[in-house]
């Protein structure tokens, strides 16, 4: 009998060599940049992700030219890491412009807080990450196997010392976490004509390159989140590292820990699943950075990296069993556990509408359909938060369900903000349905490389037809998260809500039930391969079943995690038999 392979005798993945031979993620970059091609090699790509940027194509025009492989056109998605969500007026109008002039004219904001450009072209993505940097954000690592954007409910209220704390305690968390490589700014920042270094975002001089990542990085991407148990709007649990604030009388104890969450799947891989996070213990704040680094490092050092589609924590936490796991954080952190407390989440507020922000200020939350920013004939998005932002000059936050937030608003910009919008053909937040409200969508096609479907070109239409629907059923008012995705790696987090769309193949979705608005549970597959023009009807019958046997006060997740799948879908088959009778 051979031996049992172990994480250390295991061949390293093609991607592992990459890291180990690119120097601290310097690789031939710069050399790429300069040599006329419209894209980077493989290794390359791989690298550029810890950069902030993945290479991708248009697989639309990709179509057009059949066995014209190498016309494929080649453009970049640039991500910036914007921890918690918060930026300036300036900041953020700047990220527009950028969207116009380099970009495909559309800025997306993401389901991690953080911001999206789509169609930059290789010979601009040097003087686009150097304009974001300018305006001292950073692109470095929100992508790659390191840390990504570290999120945080964004809500600006103030003087409430458990929200500055906890906002302030991810801010040191990101800083902390953040990759020390000089790579990124001698590739990116240095003046090509005098070899200075532009404004630098991070990184410091040290002895040790990476002394928490060490020469290879992660084995995979590394999401955290900060939460309050009663308001959940980041999605914790969603996380492979989440600190849920403990707090009493108006101060924080300390932090519940939470490990192991993670959205994605491989279709073709049984090996992989969705996961939430589970309950580690508990810390005092003081203890934050120490607990963090002491889980990255047993990632770093036990997680699979001979198997990317197996490397995430949550993966790690499974072949390990969670008492192992949790003893070798101890191992690393140096001193025992506390067990969690008991708080949990119990709460989510998506921040959308007006509040007062309790210093005689107020902030609004605009909906965001999908999180994407543009003009289109009749509606002018984009045009209307220039203006806004120009006007009215507010701070800035981005929600984790891809909305906006504008803050520190007078009684008086009220009727100005809705002006604006109205002016430029845009809803306001509260002439939007609920339904609408709590949808989200990834990107998917055209360009995402990864998507199998349809996700955020079609979701509106199907909110459209469904509108309707549980308008009839006099379920207008009732909220429940709708989230679709163009493939089961899940960025928009179908598999915790209360009704998951997951693309299963061209125009054809998997639904899910039974999770919930708090994200502390996973749903459970309802229905596979189902065409895209039978999910109206298959929805509707499910929140006919709803409105017909739920219980008072019962969501809807709730009401399909009692009532069973299996149960649901006889009932709304039968409910649907009908329906056709009738027509």
């Known amino acids: 009998m051979s031996e049992p392979e172990t994480a250390s005798t295991r061949k390293p ?19 790429e940049l300069a040599d006329g091609m419209p894209g980077f090699g493989k290794a390359s790509i791989h690298i550029l992700k810890n950069h902030g940027t993945y290479q991708q194509d248009d697989r639309e025009t990709r179509k057009a030219r059949e066995g014209a492989k190498s016309l494929r056109e080649i453009s970049f998605m640039i991500r910036t890491r914007i921890p918690g969500g918060k930026l ?6 700047a990220e527009i412009d950028l969207g116009d002039e380099l970009g495909n004219g559309t800025v997306r904001l993401t389901t991690r807080q953080g911001i999206q450009h789509h169609g930059i072209v290789k010979g601009d993505l040097q003087a686009t990450i150097q304009r974001i940097n300018d305006i001292q954000l950073t692109t470095l690592a929100a992508c790659g196997d390191v840390e990504r954007n570290v999120m945080c409910c964004p809500a600006p209220i103030k003087s409430n010392p458990v929200r500055d704390q906890m906002q302030s305690m991810a801010d040191h968390l990101a800083e902390h976490l953040a990759p020390r490589t000089r790579a990124y700014h001698e590739i990116w920042l240095k003046d090509p004509d005098t070899g200075e270094s532009t404004m630098v975002a991070g990184g410091s001089e040290g002895k040790e390159v990476e002394p928490i990542y060490g020469p290879t990085y992660l084995p995979r991407k590394f999401k955290t989140a900060f939460a309050l148990p009663e308001d959940n709007c980041v999605d914790v649990y969603a996380n492979d590292l989440g600190f849920l604030v403990v707090h009493e009388n108006g101060k924080i104890l300390g932090y519940n820990v939470l490990a192991g969450g993670g959205m994605g799947v491989t279709p073709s891989a049984a090996k992989t699943f969705p996961a939430l996070a589970k309950r580690l213990g508990f810390v005092p704040p003081e203890d934050v950075l120490t607990i963090a680094t002491a889980i990255v490092k047993v990632q770093r050092d036990f997680g699979n990296r001979s198997d990317r589609k197996v490397a995430r924590l949550k993966y790690t936490i499974h072949t390990m069993g969670l008492d192992a796991f949790r003893e070798k954080v101890e191992e690393y952190f140096g001193k025992k556990l506390a067990p969690c407390h008991p708080s949990d989440v119990h709460g989510f507020d998506d921040h959308i509408g007006w509040f007062e922000q309790g210093d005689g200020k107020y902030f609004y939350g605009l909906n965001i359909e999908n999180g994407r920013i543009h003009d289109v004939e009749g509606f002018q998005l984009k045009a209307a938060i220039k203006t806004i932002l120009k006007e009215i000059c507010p701070g800035i936050r981005i929600t984790a ?16 903000l809705s002006e604006i919008l109205h002016a430029h053909g845009v809803k306001t937040s509260e ?9 989200m969508a990834c990107v ?25 629907e549980v308008a009839k059923l006099g379920l207008s008012h009732e909220a429940f998260t709708l989230r679709m995705t163009g493939c089961p790696n899940a960025c928009a987090r179908p598999y915790n809500c209360d009704i998951g769309i997951v693309g299963r193949t061209l125009g054809k979705y998997t639904l899910f039930l039974g999770g919930r608005l708090l994200g502390d549970r996973l749903n459970t597959l309802y229905k596979d391969v189902v065409p895209f023009e039978h999910l109206c009807q298959e929805i509707t019958a499910v929140l006919a079943c709803y409105k017909a046997e739920r219980l008072t006060g019962e969501s809807v997740g709730d009401f399909c995690h009692r009532k069973g799948v299996d149960q649901v879908r006889v009932w709304a088959e039968q409910w649907s038999a009908g329906a056709r009778g009738h027509h």
Do not use: M
């Open 401 to 416: 369900h891809q909305s906006l937030l504008f803050t520190d608003l007078k009684l008086t910009d009220r009727i100005r």
């Open 431 to 439: 002439e939007i349905s609920t339904l609408r409200r709590w949808s």
């Open 444 to 468: 998917a096609l055209p360009t995402c490389g990864l998507a199998v479907a349809e996700s955020e070109r079609v979701l509106p239409g199907l909110i459209d037809l469904l509108e309707v």
């Open 88 to 93: 300036t007026a300036e900041q953020f109008a």
């Open 13 to 31: 993945s093609a991607v592992e060599t990459v890291k180990i031979a690119s120097n601290y993620l310097k690789g031939d970059i710069s050399q």
